[in-house]
């Protein structure tokens, strides 16, 4: 399988914001490629440049083998786009919104009503289709979205955060269609997300944070990175138990308010050991595996969640998001 | 080819949210009559009296062309409010990374909303009975034209507007700006003959205002010897036709600065 998306240093700046800094980034065809990130980290505007909404400042990208930015239309023809905020006709009913959809993008009127139809039943929305979208619950509306994003048949859908406010149930179906899309249209998707879960489900990650990739590999890959297992003790006197674990193991544990933790390279062999002759009283203990927080936190200093923690991120975001309302980018 | 197809796609759109919209084609009608009943009895009593009374002036026959060419604005602005909508809805992103130029889509967007501002002229006919006025299917055929080419005008207007707002409250408050002096400040309800010099100039200068008058030349015959009834251009009395090419000319320039305006900015 060749290569369907290639970006060599691409480069956006909004003023002197660097939005996007320096990224490279090769996507496989029919492969989950996802976009780890904190807001305003430039994920957006790295899937705007490779949708044809913006221009990058320097750089290359092309996507089906065209250029993003000499060969709109084409580009435009080999993707589908679910958007981070809805961007349906909610005046229209469902199967209106996907019969524009068709026409505009040239579905063959052989095929269309037997497309749309299809993809209607992929995502589970056959039932409602001629109700008005403004009824359409949250997760009625972003598989609607979805429905749309694949029903011309493109090689790459992009999903710029895909679960956004929905909840936790609706998130884990909307997978599950998703990824029945994937097997049966053998798609690329390309996938933007904050929630570490939802990225775990992308066959490789690219980590990014203030506009640059600082990893990129498989889930699991990026897990190793962190090293091991993640075992907790809670326990009434935490000074004496990090020393015990100091002199025992050599281990530097260190606390903060659930308990006491350190890493070893295998927890379960790990635990046996370290109950059987422990001297200071404890109250429980857990042992976790890494998970992409873990290697988020290792890579970036800070975790992903407080998003707009520090100034610096906060302006980040906010300078971004005007950037991106007032269109800025098309102009130059 | 392609961009064919973008046109009548972002037109038929345009046609079907107006269809599904029961609201807007009724409250369409409320407006003009009111205009209708207030000013046809209140006003036209006094109106006949000012322009010399006799049986040779019909007020109502007057306002009439005038009420339509109203609806037509009207109808025709507010389409510009469609593209605010959009931005504000996100539709504009799915239709920004359509396989289509920004150019088709603000000319369908234009052939959308005049089309629908046209409908509305039309449906304006239904009063007909009401005012009195014999009007032949001639008539009707001839001002068809002359209503499409005026909402063109001014939903290219709308909608170079719209693309250069980002809140639906600056648009509203901008489109009443415009909406009234545009209507007032022609010869939609009145005469313009008796008006003071510097106001008749701003008539003059109001492209509406022939727009207007090519209606009225169409839908009415003026009383002989009556002043002031049609517009004139450096004291020359404007025909339909030159009426309809100075509207002509404004849309032209106005979906000229859409396109680019609409261009540019997305």
């Not at chain 1, 063959?108 to 009503?113: F, I, T, W, Y």
């Not at chain 1, 509306?141 to 992009?158: D, S, W």
């Not at chain 1, 422990?278 to 890579?299: A, G, N, Q, Y």
């Not at chain 2, 106001?199 to 009415?220: C, E």
Request: net charge neutral; hydrophobic share 45%.
């Amino acid at each position: 399988m060749g290569k369907i998306i290639e970006v060599e240093h691409l480069v956006k700046k909004f003023g002197d914001l660097v939005a996007v800094d320096d990224v490279s980034f090769e996507v496989e065809e029919g492969e989950i490629f996802g976009f780890l990130g904190p807001n305003g980290a430039g994920k957006t505007t790295t899937i705007n440049i490779l949708c044809t909404l913006m221009k990058p400042t320097s750089g290359r990208a092309t996507l089906n083998g065209f250029n993003v930015v000499r060969q709109q239309n084409q580009i435009r023809h080999s993707i589908g786009v679910v958007f981070q905020d809805p961007s349906l006709d909610i005046v229209l009913t469902g199967v209106q919104n996907l019969y524009i959809h068709a026409y505009a993008y040239g579905v063959p009127a052989s095929v269309r009503k037997q497309r749309i139809e299809e993809v209607l039943r992929l995502v589970g929305l056959w039932d409602v289709r001629n109700k008005t979208v403004r009824d359409y619950s949250g997760g009625m509306r972003r598989r609607l979205e979805i429905a749309r994003g694949f029903l011309h048949f493109p090689k790459v859908l992009f999903l710029d955060e895909p679960s956004l406010g929905l909840d936790p149930q609706t998130r884990y179906a909307i997978w599950d269609y998703l990824l029945n899309v994937r097997k049966r249209e053998g798609i690329t998707l390309f996938l933007t997300t904050h929630y570490m879960d939802e990225a775990t489900v992308a066959h490789r990650i690219a980590i990014i944070d203030y506009g640059k990739i600082v990893a990129l590999d498989t889930p699991e890959a990026l897990k190793r990175m962190v090293g091991g297992d993640i075992i907790t003790l809670k326990t009434g006197n935490i000074d004496v138990a990090i020393a015990e674990i100091h002199d025992r193991f050599g281990i530097d544990a260190q606390w903060d308010r659930e308990g006491v933790f350190f890493e070893v390279p295998n927890g379960e062999e790990f635990m046996p050991l370290l109950v059987s002759n422990f001297k200071t009283e404890v109250h429980s203990i857990s042992l976790r595996r890494p998970t992409l927080d873990d290697v988020f936190l290792k890579l970036t200093g800070h975790e992903i969640r407080d998003e707009a923690g520090g100034d610096t991120a906060m302006r980040r975001q906010w300078a971004m998001r005007t950037a991106r309302s007032r269109g800025g980018g098309m102009s130059h | 080819m392609r961009e064919l197809r973008g046109l009548y796609i972002i037109w038929y759109r345009d046609l079907l949210r107006f269809w599904r919209n029961t609201g807007r084609l009724l409250s369409s009608f409320i407006m003009p009559l009111l205009f209708l009943v207030i000013f046809g009895s209140g006003i036209a009593s006094s109106m006949t009296g000012l322009m010399g009374g006799g049986g040779n002036f019909n007020y109502i026959e007057f306002m009439f062309p005038g009420i339509i060419g109203m609806v037509v604005l009207m109808a025709a602005i507010m389409s510009g409010v469609s593209i605010v909508w959009d931005r504000e809805f996100g539709f504009l992103k799915e239709v920004m990374v359509a396989p289509m130029s920004r150019t088709t889509v603000a000319i369908g967007r234009t052939l959308g909303g005049a089309t629908i501002a046209t409908i509305q002229g039309v449906l304006m006919l239904v009063f007909i009975p009401f005012v009195h006025i014999s009007v032949s299917i001639g008539q009707v055929l001839l001002i068809l034209p002359l209503m499409f080419i005026m909402a063109f005008a001014l939903t290219a207007m709308g909608i170079l507007i719209a693309s250069r707002i980002k809140s639906m409250e600056t648009f509203q408050v901008i489109m009443q700006l415009l909406l009234f002096p545009m209507i007032f400040i022609s010869p939609a309800m009145f005469p313009t003959e008796f008006l003071p010099s510097w106001l008749n100039g701003a008539v003059k200068i109001n492209p509406v205002s022939y727009a207007i008058d090519s209606l009225r030349q169409a839908l009415t015959t003026p009383p002989p010897g009556m002043p002031g009834f049609g517009m004139s251009l450096f004291g020359h009395p404007m025909s339909i036709a030159e009426d309809i090419a100075i509207v002509a000319l404004f849309a032209l320039i106005m979906v000229s600065l859409a396109v680019w305006s609409f261009g540019r900015q997305e």
